[in-house]
């Protein structure tokens, strides 16, 4: 095989995996732009985070009964979520992926009082 052939494979090898991690980094941010809301009670508010569980026929109770949510506002700051009494129902509204930890972890979008 001569030197041009061999830099022509390689070049070629090279923008194909180019292609295939363009197309594998598309996909997550396209995964991370779908909402997904769910309702659960309040268990515990600790002012910028509340601990909920999922109501029963809820999808996230498939990944864990408690999951510690926050609201970022942006990279440093976080919401205050004072406002939801241990107790409530509540709406969460989030675009990413359930953090797998014990307690279960979403940045969330929003979280309102539940109908």
Request: charged content about 25%; glycine content about 4%.
């Amino acid at each position: 095989m001569s030197k041009k052939t061999a830099v022509l494979i390689i070049i070629i090898l090279l923008l194909a995996l180019a292609a295939t991690a363009a197309v594998w980094m598309s996909g997550d941010k396209e995964s991370e732009s779908v909402q997904h809301s769910f309702t659960a009670s309040v268990l515990e508010n600790k002012k910028t985070s509340i601990l909920v569980q999922p109501l029963e026929g809820e999808d996230e109770l498939n990944s864990s009964d408690k999951i510690l949510v926050r609201v970022p506002k942006d990279s440093a700051v976080l919401e205050d979520l004072s406002e939801f009494a241990v107790g409530s129902k509540v709406k969460i509204t989030y675009g990413g992926a359930i953090m797998e930890s014990h307690p279960a972890q979403i940045n969330a979008d929003k979280v309102e009082l539940a109908e």
